[in-house]
């Protein structure tokens, strides 16, 4: 669902990242009985209820909940009253999905920091702390994952009722491997595939400099594996999300390239910045039409 400068009243358009096709879609007014928490690369929106402070997750496209009566929100922030407003805005969510077959969810937020879990029907969430932070999170293929700056993967495990969930090592980088503390680094589908992507990228006078590395994620090898590009796909990338889409969806958009986007313009509806990085390490500022597939994309990735 892109974002609100994009909407006509009650009609919000919706992007097939595969295709580029777009269709508008009447969804009800949320704000009137939910606080908004935020939203996902994969599309779902983190909702609170209002009356019962109760966490939702809910596909907006087609109206059905991927997870209800969740835990409320007072045990994600560990307080008994219910929380003021600016509370809720502290939260920060970095992250959300689905953790296991049970509806098991996963959320990352507070910075970074926090990452908790709860099956439908519990009465609080479960908060496992990650030591030095997290720098992205995300669900794939049923599980949940997060790459920290301690040089590793991890994975959410909560394989039964009788044993509290836990984070272990999917993937451990080891030392010496060079982007743990410099610049960007997400987890993302990138067509079907979980892979990782380190980004650097910086200004250098009236123009940028920087490159990027993209790694295949050998879950079964508990190894990551270099990859030449993006195997012939576009990733846009925010702050907090990304997407990785078909670059035949937009004439504007090259294979194998990086568009890094930021400082998102409420009223234009738009990603102030967007750089392109292509495999040889050239950055170049780009400023896409607003009827262009990659304008909706890189204002999606950073509003």
């Known amino acids: ?12 358009p919706f992007l097939n990242v595969s295709t580029g096709e777009s269709i508008h879609v009447r969804i009800p007014d949320l704000y009137g009985r939910h606080y908004i928490l935020g939203s996902t690369a994969e599309g779902f929106l983190v909702l609170c209820r209002r009356d019962t402070l109760a966490v939702q997750l809910l596909n907006p496209l087609t109206g059905k909940r991927a997870a209800a009566d969740l835990p409320r929100v007072t045990t994600l922030l560990n307080v008994k009253a219910p929380p003021p407003r600016s509370r809720l805005n502290d939260l920060r969510v970095g992250g959300v999905g689905l953790a296991g077959g ?3 969810v996963a959320l990352h937020y507070c910075g970074g920091y926090v990452i908790a879990v709860a099956r439908p029907g519990d009465k609080c969430w ?3 702390r990650v030591s ?5 999170a995300m669900s794939f293929a049923g599980r949940f994952y997060c790459v920290t700056y301690d040089r590793n993967i991890l994975v959410v495990e909560a394989a039964g009722n009788r044993q509290p969930p836990r984070l272990a090592v999917a993937v451990d980088f080891g030392p010496g491997n060079g982007f743990a503390y410099n610049g960007e680094l997400q987890l993302l589908d990138n067509g079907g595939e979980l892979i990782l992507v380190h980004v650097v990228c910086h200004p250098d006078g009236e123009s940028f400099s920087g490159k990027y590395t993209a790694y295949r994620v050998r879950l079964g090898t508990r190894s990551i594996e270099p990859m030449h590009g993006l195997g012939g796909r576009a990733l846009f990338m925010g702050a ?3 997407l990785s889409m078909n670059a035949r969806v937009s004439r ?3 294979a194998d390239t990086v568009y890094k986007c930021s400082n998102y313009d409420k009223v234009s509806g738009r990603a102030k910045s967007v750089v392109a990085i292509d495999l040889l390490g050239r950055c170049i500022r780009i400023k896409f039409r607003r009827e262009d597939v990659a304008y909706c994309l890189s204002s999606y990735v950073c509003a």
């Open 102 to 104: 049970d509806s098991t």
């Open 132 to 136: 030095g932070g997290v720098k992205s």
């Open 1 to 12: 669902m892109l974002p609100l400068p994009f909407h006509s009243m009650s009609r919000r």
């Open 240 to 242: 907090s999300r990304s």
């Open 252 to 254: 504007s958009v090259r």
């Open 126 to 128: 479960t908060r496992l």
